[in-house]
């Protein structure tokens, strides 16, 4: 494959959640490589079969966080809640649990749990993407997984956690099977992951990586949108503003959204959940960005524990006019898909 070309491929992934592919990890990974294939499938390739072009593929956020169940899906199967399902963990696992409290003793119980699942959840993360980016050359943005720093760095199978911290992650792959990136969200969702006793990242720690279709910024859901849902958010970033100063040329948005798309929004009753997406979003901040060419939006859909999810994927371009193309989009706010775009790329030399 010629990574110098000057055509790429853009691939927002739509996957139905469904707590029994946190069964095991080899079902996480089986299910994710199902996935890959679908995209793989849709390549562009010449004569003799290889790709033809450089491609990105962005998994939705949150899609690994169910990795805290794994081992113990028939125990929470009917939690209504995330809290519940993790204190039900908690009790299967005291030992764990103890073990994670006396090394780092966080403040609560969610957190002990986060802390002593990490080395797991890691491990079914690293394993599935990196086989995935290497086996079908690819570069990925796997989605989220709640997770501690760790101690080792990211790019190993190894994870030993630093404190009990734990950030909304995402891990970006190189096509030789690298994680080369870690990126954690730095504007946590009000209600829904400041009660789950997450920690925000630091905006400064947002990684641009050079690839062969430019720049890649990852903005983690919320991280996306122009201005904060409620009035008690202070510390809010508008940080697709923040990477675009820094050059970014892509903006991969791996997004789970947990409301109703089409009912009002929880944090405003006049303007519609998929309204306040479309005029807060980066569809709406790309045509104020410099720099920014390309945003691929990957979107959850389906239920666990609860939490119904839904909204449709996307990829958009800025164009040289400075106006907004949709280049592709999900029909479907609630199905599984694979959006799909081929586009010039946006490499270009240092700002």
């Known amino acids: 494959m010629d990574t110098s070309a000057d055509t790429v491929e853009l691939f927002a992934l739509q996957p139905r959640a469904s707590l029994e592919d946190y069964a095991s990890p080899s079902t996480f990974a089986a299910r994710h490589r199902a996935l890959a294939a679908k995209v793989d499938a849709l390549r562009s390739r010449d004569a003799e079969g290889r790709p033809r072009h450089p491609a990105l593929v962005v998994w939705p956020e949150w899609v690994g966080a169910p990795l805290l169940f794994t081992g113990h899906v028939a125990l929470v199967r009917r939690a209504t809640s995330v809290q519940g399902a993790l204190k039900r963990v908690a009790l299967a696992e005291p030992w764990d649990t103890w073990n994670a409290w006396s090394a780092f003793h966080p403040p609560s119980l ?3 749990v986060y802390a002593a699942r990490a080395p797991r959840v890691h491990r079914a993360l690293w394993e599935t993407f990196s086989g995935i980016a290497r086996d079908f050359g690819l570069w990925v943005v796997a989605g989220s ?8 760095g990211q790019d190993t199978p190894d994870f030993r956690p630093y404190g009990a911290r734990t950030y909304n992650t995402s891990y970006t792959f190189s096509p030789e099977g690298r994680c080369v990136a870690a990126t954690r969200k730095a504007n946590l969702v009000p209600t ?3 009660a789950l006793h997450l920690s925000p990242g630091r905006p400064e720690d947002l990684a641009l990586l050079q690839t062969p279709f430019g720049r890649l910024g990852t903005l983690i859901g919320y991280d996306g949108f122009l201005k904060p849902h409620t009035p008690q958010e202070p510390w809010f970033v508008p940080c697709a503003q923040y990477l675009d100063a820094l050059g970014a040329d892509v903006l991969a948005q791996p997004s789970a959204n947990p409301w109703p798309w089409e009912a009002p929004s929880p944090f405003n009753a006049s ?5 306040q997406w479309r005029e807060e979003g980066l569809q709406a ?4 960005l410099k720099r920014v060419r390309y945003v691929v939006s990957a979107q959850l859909v389906g239920s666990v524990l609860g939490t ?4 449709p994927s996307s990829i958009l371009e800025r164009t040289d006019a400075g106006e907004v193309r949709v280049l592709a989009e999900a029909p ?5 898909d694979v959006v799909h775009a081929t586009v010039p790329t946006a490499a270009r030399g240092t700002p």
């Open 271 to 275: 303007q519609r959940r998929g309204e």
């Open 332 to 336: 479907s706010r609630s199905e599984e």
């Open 110 to 112: 969610l957190e002990c």
């Open 285 to 288: 901040q790309l045509r104020m």
């Open 308 to 311: 119904h999810f839904e909204a």
């Open 192 to 194: 829904r992951e400041d």
């Open 145 to 152: 997984a709640l997770l501690p720093a760790s101690q080792r």
